[in-house]
């Protein structure tokens, strides 16, 4: 380099030239006039913002999801799924296993793709009781997720769903707030959906299902079966007429 180029580059505190700043025209803090500094001040910002993005580009070709996962291996063993087993280890089992795959869920786009492993096991081998619990269950069942609060179509079963859970044409044809579908009685899901425009109060259905008594689940059944679910009589006078 030229003497005369040596004494173009700028230099810092320590005598060396500045990184950034290693041609004449990149020096716009001694540009006079104000439309050639910004010319070089923008020249300056697009060049820094194209060494950025070419960055992200290179961080996202060598980034590894592999890295940041976390892999929980669920038992499979015969004890966990023999339907003569414990029942209080295959509920718990299978409460551990739809825990896991709800977490695993959120990361999928379908909010109602929540069907997995975890499946086989509710159906066969777990038995509950509280009307919560046995909504909950029917709803690993079902793939829906509790935090679903618009109303949907109801989708296509499985050969495998339980035939009180089956969802009825209605179901699949209005759209409807999901919760009702967790019932394993057809006939009170259809009604719920043909009174929801002529009086049936949702939010006051559920606050009961919630906060009062209104099913007890016999031990040693199934949450999706109907002959588990005996109605009190408090909650029959009130919203029986929907079982009918």
């Known amino acids: ?13 320590k005598g060396h030239a500045t990184p950034s700043l290693t041609i004449e025209s990149d020096c716009w803090y001694q540009v006079k006039d104000p439309k050639k500094r910004k010319r070089v001040q923008d020249r300056l910002a697009q060049r820094a913002r194209r060494k950025r993005l070419a ?16 892999i929980v291996q669920h038992s499979t063993s015969p004890e ?14 299978s409460r551990t ?9 959120e990361t999928e786009p379908e909010l109602l793709a929540q069907t997995s492993t975890t499946f086989d096991t509710c159906l066969l081998t777990n038995r509950i009781s509280g009307v919560l ?30 035939l009180p859970l089956q969802p009825t044409h209605l179901q699949m044809t209005i759209l409807h707030i999901p919760w009702i579908d967790r019932f394993p009685f ?6 719920a959906i043909t009174l929801s425009c002529d009086g049936f109060d949702e939010e006051d259905f559920f606050r009961d299902i919630f906060t009062q008594e209104s099913f007890d689940i016999k031990p040693g059944f199934h949450s999706w079966d109907p002959a588990a679910w005996v109605m009190v009589e408090t909650f029959r006078r009130k919203w029986g007429y929907l079982f009918l």
């Open 97 to 105: 296993g739809s825990s896991s795959s709800s977490v695993s869920s």
């Open 80 to 93: 966990a799924t023999n339907i003569g087993s414990n029942s209080t280890a295959s509920t718990s089992n």
């Open 133 to 162: 619990a046995a909504l909950f269950e029917n709803g690993i069942i079902l793939g829906l997720r509790c935090g679903i609060q618009i109303p949907i179509l109801s989708p296509p079963c499985t050969g495998k769903t339980p």
């Open 55 to 70: 960055e992200s580009r290179r961080a996202l070709l060598n980034y590894d999801p592999s890295r940041n996962l976390k």
């Open 1 to 13: 380099m030229s003497e005369t180029a040596l004494a173009e580059v700028p230099m810092n505190m």
């Open 186 to 191: 057809p006939a009170m899901r259809n009604n």
